[in-house]
């Protein structure tokens, strides 16, 4: 009866933490459906709203940069108009927990443009802050 009991309590606590990841995993989905959305609108600054706020945001290209208004400044002057920043998608190749408050992302990026498409891959770094699942770490290259 023990062992039953035991059992039972296991598959409780696996099918939570099941469904929370799935809920998790979503925000993030959302989270990149958000940055899609906004970059293809030509809105930089509603694009950022997904990263930490923060001066501890790493941002790592070719040089690596820290802090929210770094990278904002990096984007734009990256992709100062239209044509530069073309029409952004994602291709997410793997959604990873890490913990409770951590996320693990890898995925491709390209931009369709006129003067030339551009990708490459990405790996992020989720943190779940205020309740809210913000970026605190990009490497895109």
Excluded at 39 to 60: C, E, H, I, P
Excluded at 97 to 123: A, C, M, N
Aim: hydrophobic residues 40%.
């Amino acid at each position: 009866m023990k062992r039953i009991i035991i059992a039972c309590s296991l598959i409780v606590v696996c099918s939570f933490c099941q469904a929370q990841t799935s809920a998790d995993e979503a925000a993030i989905r959302k989270v990149m459906d958000k940055q899609t959305e906004a970059w293809n609108r030509g809105d930089v600054d509603a694009f950022m709203q997904t990263y930490w706020k923060n001066d501890s945001l790493l941002f790592v290209s070719n040089p690596p940069t820290y802090g929210w208004q770094t990278t904002l400044d990096r984007y734009k002057k990256a992709y100062p108009d239209a044509a530069a920043m073309g029409k952004l998608s994602f291709n997410l190749l793997q959604l990873k927990p890490l913990s409770p408050e951590y996320y693990f992302v890898l995925g491709q990026w390209h931009l369709k443009r006129s003067i030339g498409d551009v990708g490459g891959y990405f790996t992020l770094l989720f943190r779940k802050i205020n309740g809210e699942w913000l970026i605190i770490a990009d490497h895109s290259s």
